[in-house]
């Protein structure tokens, strides 16, 4: 007998005492004992933590001769959950009812306390299991075999409660650092296929591989059959890509409450969730359960959707978690592709432009031609790559020379193919028409061939350097300045409108002689109209300035110095419009 372990030896010696009829009094004590060392050394075995609870509890349920019962413990978020349970009635529930305010004393059926509790799991006690002054668990007993429960069954409780307090906290911690690593091991896993999802984003360029890329992973992380990924596009929400099942539904969703609705959503949730209308409707047509916001920083940009788990699992804070993330980063994979072809569209046509800037610059004279008793003297800036001015020398017979400058309405490429044009037209007729008969045919060719709002504002001259007469025409230019070697100061009007706005016009020719030191300074608009940073123009009467002010110059120096001067006045405003200088000064008679 001395082999055997102690609970197994008293057991005995008890045993022998009742098959002799014996009673002494520390036999009920000794009993209660036997099962309090048998309780803490199954409480303290290697067994799991359900299988160390159930046998605990059929030890109790022996000693106290009870027909039912059950253990409730605390989980993280305060409610008490079945962890082990006896002979309970059918359809009890895992979670206990009613025990909000959990008992810190044992109770009794007949107290009236706590009756869903009661009622639920058909129980007559309920002792608290404490662990330092918080209830952690609670031990429910159903009916004795013909007793009640009096305070002999309640002190051996307690001592119940005490020798559980300690194995059932530390069940508790076990299980809160199990799901804990289960949680961290997710973590893991997230972050790994996150990590390696965004390597293959970013070497992607195209915008169709990057969607089928996040909805794939989508879909095989949430294990779900069907995906759709809808975006925020021109006022609406379209269906961006879809997997599984098709719901031939590609049209967008134009009701302006749909898209203001997307604006709105922030974090994961049921479709069902969603406020009555459009969107929750095709979303619950198409078997989409559940959904998922695409936020780039503070903006909603669309919206993943996705159907219902297989396996029934419900989606957890963790997969909304996953799926944000996820959606973070193919809204920046797919921001990044589009700024990415947004940049090869600006370089190719930075390209063109380049090109179109080449092409312009070829049609300017290369060289400024030599004439007995003159200088000449031309300069032109594009406000853009490209612009609209054009100035020329055109050779004609006899030693004649005819000087034009011309601006286009408008900016940019479209003026310099309509410059282009202009030019190309004053190179093939000048010499072979009067000045009014080649202003008659341009215009009508303008008119013909240009829109309503297009137009030119041109001054041509034809110049005989024997004679020194310059006949002129001016289609509604800026008036060239006539500046006479006394310091008078006319403007070349004479002429007619500009052209390409009124197909039949009469044009009059102008006449002046120009006598040693005078000079004519034809500019385009981007020089009298050249703005201060306050807004202000540089103005007809600073321009007369600068040339009385430069008078004596040469034809160069006086050029640069009336650029100068524009340029200056218009500072860190910059250009308005492009600008164009020709200037012709004639010299001592040759």
């Not at 008890?14 to 009920?28: A, N, S, T, V, Y």
């Not at 080649?438 to 061939?449: G, H, I, N, V, W």
């Not at 100061?489 to 009469?506: A, K, Y």
């Not at 981007?526 to 321009?543: C, I, K, M, Q």
Request: a negative charge.
């Amino acid at each position: 007998m001395s082999g055997l372990p102690v609970v197994f030896q008293y057991q005995r010696a008890l045993d022998e005492f009742r098959r002799e009829g014996q009673e002494p009094p520390l036999l009920k004590r000794m009993s209660e004992l036997i099962s309090l060392l048998d309780l803490t050394t199954t409480l303290n075995s290697t067994l799991s933590s359900e299988e160390i609870l159930d046998a605990a509890l059929l030890i109790v349920l022996g000693e106290l001769q009870a027909s039912r019962g059950c253990l409730l413990v605390r989980d993280e978020a305060g409610r008490f959950g079945l962890r082990a349970g006896r002979s309970l009635p059918a359809g009890a529930p895992g979670e206990a009812p009613g025990l909000a305010e959990a008992p810190s004393e044992i109770v009794l059926r007949e107290s009236g306390r706590h009756p869903e509790a009661f009622g639920a799991y058909g129980l007559d006690l309920l002792c608290p299991v404490e662990k330092r002054g918080r209830t952690i668990a609670l031990l429910g007993l159903g009916p004795r075999a013909g007793r009640p429960y009096g305070e002999v069954e309640c002190s051996f409780l307690r001592s119940v409660a005490a020798c559980a307090a300690t194995p059932i906290e530390n069940g508790m911690i076990h299980r809160e650092l199990r799901q804990l690593n289960q949680r961290l091991s997710v973590k893991v896993f997230q972050l790994n296929n996150l990590f390696d999802i965004s390597r293959e984003l970013t070497a992607s360029f195209d915008e169709e591989t990057i969607k089928n890329l996040v909805t794939s992973t989508l879909m095989g992380h949430l294990m779900v059959s069907r995906c759709a990924l809808y975006l925020a596009e021109g006022g609406g929400v379209a269906l961006a890509h879809e997997r599984g099942p098709r719901s031939d539904e590609a049209t967008a969703l134009l009701d302006p409450g749909a898209s203001a609705l997307v604006e709105t959503l922030r974090t994961p949730q049921r479709t069902s969730a969603l406020p009555l209308g459009s969107l929750r409707e095709r979303l619950e047509r198409t078997r989409m359960v559940f959904i998922v916001p695409l936020r780039v920083g503070e903006r909603t940009e669309g919206f993943f959707a996705v159907g219902e788990r297989a396996s029934g699992v419900a989606f957890t804070e963790e997969d909304g978690d996953f799926a944000m993330t996820l959606g973070r980063q193919a809204a920046a994979a797919i921001e990044g592709v589009r700024l990415h072809r947004m940049r090869v569209e600006k370089q190719r046509q930075d390209r063109e432009m380049q090109i179109a800037r080449e092409i312009q610059q070829s049609l300017f004279p290369s060289l400024v031609p030599q004439l007995p008793g003159f200088e000449l003297a031309a300069a032109s800036r594009p406000c853009y790559q490209v612009g609209g001015d054009c100035y020329d020398f055109i050779p004609l017979p006899n030693g004649r020379l005819a000087l034009t400058i011309a601006d286009v309405s408008g900016k940019g490429a479209p003026a310099s193919i309509l410059m282009a044009s202009v030019h190309a037209s004053l190179r093939a007729l000048a010499g072979t028409l009067t000045p009014s008969a080649l202003m008659d045919r341009l215009t009508r060719f303008l008119y013909e061939s240009t829109q309503a709002n297009k137009y030119v504002t041109l001054f041509y001259a034809e110049l005989d350097p024997l004679s020194r007469r310059l006949a002129y025409l001016n289609a509604g230019h800026v008036p060239p300045y006539h500046l006479g070697g006394d310091g008078s100061m006319r403007r070349l009007v004479e002429g007619g409108p500009v052209l390409g706005l009124i197909e039949d016009v009469v044009f009059e020719t102008g006449q002046v002689t120009l006598q040693p030191g005078d000079s004519v300074t034809m500019v385009t608009d981007g020089v009298t109209e050249a703005l201060s940073p306050e807004g202000e123009e540089f103005g007809d009467a600073r321009v007369e300035t600068a040339l009385r002010d430069t008078a004596s110059r040469s034809a160069t120096l006086a050029l640069d110095a009336l650029v100068g001067s524009a340029t200056a006045w218009a500072g860190v405003a910059g250009c308005s419009d492009d600008l164009t200088v020709l200037m012709l000064k004639a010299l001592q008679t040759p």
